[in-house]
Each structure stands twice: as structure tokens, then as C-alpha cells.
């Protein structure tokens, strides 16, 4: 069976700030600035230590959206109900581990915590929905942080597989497909929310960055074998952010760019944790960046011998690349996920200038498929856009339609071809905070959610158009795509 469904992350949705012991995460630091350019995700991302300190005292969660998310923590009844009334066959979801581990290296978990995931289980279960687990959604305990200085130190990674492991032994029986760490790839661009690594606490930043990554690395196939040890019934993988990235012209130079950009910033993160080693190429990559990772005795064979089961993938946008200085200049910068790109002029983009190319789902996954042969799950696709409440409650989403529709023809042509795709959870579920800007208008759910960027609104929830038509799509397996 196809797992139809949708996905949401702990840290975006849940709200329950400090409720029931939570410790603060990275994502309690992103702020929302209402006159800041949404658009131009740098002015987001950079945390510094100025802004942890501020965002430590400040005594509300006035200006901190995710701190409130969307009340998923007290509302997730009525949101599974209406994820069921759709048909999901399957719901992602995050469990937030400064909710279980509230400063992240404690050695015994928060059964408070425990209890709201249990009561989410219980909710999927009466639904007959599936769920799909990630395990590290950007919700790195902020203890971590400060104390440690994120997962650059070593020490995390016995955290985290302490975090694993209750969740492995609670939730064995209950949960099929387990996810380690969202966009693990995201490290070089989102690096704050990824590692916990504070630039303005490091001398060599990048050199930081690959040793965090590294420790994810060997925390993420540890996970893989206690996974495998004590549920051995569930499978788990890995899950990048799919950054798609086309040459901008056919010369040879811009090829190569294209195929170096496909290493550094997707294979590398699959090559080692779908082969079980890191690739040649990272090793010519880091001799030249003066990069050197400092490896565990026993890590090689850590990564080796517990590949993934399944690859996961994000998939929002595609760009183009150069390697050439001049022409850079007459090309044009966009937005995307993670990370900017270079405009394609056959594409357009959202109003937040993520480049749409539903094309480049079909190549994304033959790509993908080709080269490690492992099943694929789609567990974020989507459409930001800021939607309009009509008096009656309606949404018309014509346009999320017309993206999600696009897209699922071409991971229909991409199944033709011969991949071995086995879900698709599109983001978001329902409208939940932006991760990159912090913002509630920029909106992907199939469920609207009655707040606006100031916190304001009801709450409630109305089904968009997308909502009916979507569950359509399940009805009829996807088949139904015409009719629309
Ligand atoms: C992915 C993340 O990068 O993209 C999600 O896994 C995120 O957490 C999604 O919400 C969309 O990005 P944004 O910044 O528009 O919310």
C-alpha cells in the first residue's frame, strides 16, 4: 500500500512552551521580526550569542513563534481527526527531545513527555494512521548548546542514542518508520538549527560544522543498530533535504559544477549513511578546505556495518549553477530551501522565490534511485503561500492544488520508471510556523489554522480546498488527478 499522508515537526506545530517539564530547543531562539525582509532567509538564520542571551531573558514567547507553534500540543485530537477525515494513511511527525530530555543529557527521560507522544499514538492508532517518526527535527535542547556547544562535541551522540533508545523500546511496537535526522545535509547551511554551533563561539567554523556532521553521522547509525536490535520489525532512514540543482549552461565547466554541487550538498550525506562510508571526493573536499575530521576508533565500522533501510527526501525547489565568475554576475539570486540558488529562467517561483519545478522530482528521484537502489519516501513537499480566510471559512488554494498536483504526476512518472518509492507526506498537514522565517503567514497546510503573524486568532482549524481534493487523491491512490 502507498503511504499517503502528510508531515508536520514537533518544533513548528506543538506550542506547549515549558509545559510539563519541556526544556528550551534551538528553535525557542528563532525570532520573528515583522520588519525584517521575510524573503531573504540569512537575515533568519544567523543566530548569535547576543541573540540566545536575549531570547534566554526574555520573560513571554512574544516575538518567538515556534515557542507557541500551533497548539498541536493541546489540539493534536482534533488535528489526527482531521488528517483521518483526508484519508492519511500515514502522519510524520517529530518527538521533541528537549520534551523527553529537557536539557538533552540527563540520564533519565521526562515521563511527562512521554505521556503527551503516548496519547498521539493512541490518537493515530484509533485512526488507523501510521506513524512516521523523525527523530531530530531542528530540536536540539538548548543545554546542549550552551554547555557543549552543540554536537561538535562528541558527547552528544551518547545523548542522543540515550534519547533513541527510550523511544525504541517505548514505542516498538506501535511505530513502522523511524526517520534519524531531518535534512541531516542541512548543517552547512542551516547550521545553528542543524548542529547547535554558534559562529561567533568558534575559530574555525566550518571545520566545526563537518565535525558535528560527522558525530550525526555516527549518532544516526547507531540509531540505525539500536533500531534494529530492539525493533527489529521497524525500518529507519535517513533524510535529506533534496537540493536539485541544474548546470546553467552546457558548458563543460558549469557541468562539473553541477555534479560537485550534487556531492557536496546531497550524496555525501547518502553515500555515507546508505553505503556505510565517506565518499573519495569529501576527502580531496576537505584536504583542500584544510578540513580534518577527527574519527572514533571505531567509527568506520560504526557507519559500515548499520546502513539505513529506506532514504528520505524534502523536495521543494530546484536552481542552476556556474563556476564561471562573469557570468554569475548577469545571473540572478533566488531563494530556496536551506539555502539560495541561481534563477532558472524556465521556472517560476512562490512569492518567497522558491523556484518550482515539479520536473525536478522525476530527476531527483531517478537520480536518487540509480545510485544506492534503496526504497524512497517523500516526507516533505509543498507549497508556501499566504492564503486568504473568506467570510464563510473557506480557502481557496487553487494554486497549492496546482503544485501538489504537478508534482505527484511526476512522482507517478518517476514510479513508472521504475522507482521504488513507498510514500508521500507532503508538508505540512496543517499551517504551522515557518522553520526558516518564523512566520505564520507562509502557510503549507492542507488544515488552516486561525493565527496570524502577531499570535492572533482563534486557533481553529478550517479544511482549505486542498484538503477535499487531496483526499481525493487518496481515495483513488492518486488516480484521480484529472478530474481537477
Ligand atoms: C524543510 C524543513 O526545510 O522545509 C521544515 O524540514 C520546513 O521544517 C520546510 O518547515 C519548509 O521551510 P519553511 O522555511 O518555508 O518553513
Known sequence: MFLWGGAIAACQAEGGFGEDHKGMSVSDISFYDPHSDRVDLSKHSNITSE??????????????????????????????????????????????????????????????GLEFYDRVFDELEKHHIEPLVTLSHFELPLHIVNQYG?????????????????????????VRYWITFNEINAGRFATFKSTGIVEDRTENYLQDIYQAVHHQFVASALAVKLCHDIAPESKIGCMIARLTTYPATCHPDDIMQATLDDQYGNFFYMDVMVRGYYPSYMNRYFLENSIEIIKGEEDDAILRNNIVDFISLSYYVSSITTNDKERLKSLQQTEGNLTRGLKNPYLIASDWGWQIDPVGLRYSLNTIYDRYQKPLFIVENGLGAEDILEDDHKIHDAYRISYLKEHIKQMKEAIIDGVELIGYTPWSALDIISSGTSEMSKRYGFIYVDKDDEGKGTLNRYPKDSFYWYKQIIESNGADLHNW
Open 51 to 112: 541573540l540566545i542571551e536575549q531570547a534566554l531573558n526574555a520573560d513571554s514567547t512574544k516575538g518567538y513563534p515556534k515557542r507557541d507553534g500551533v497548539d498541536f500540543y493541546h489540539r493534536y485530537a482534533e488535528d489526527i481527526a482531521l488528517c483521518a477525515e483526508m484519508g492519511f494513511k500515514v502522519f510524520r511527525f517529530s518527538i521533541a527531545w528537549s520534551r523527553i530530555f529537557p536539557n538533552g543529557d540527563e540520564q533519565e527521560p521526562n515521563l511527562k
Open 150 to 174: 552543540g554536537w561538535k562535541d562528541r558527547k552528544v551522540i551518547e545523548m542522543f542514542t540515550n534519547f533513541a533508545a527510550v523511544l525504541f523500546n517505548r514505542y516498538k511496537h506501535r
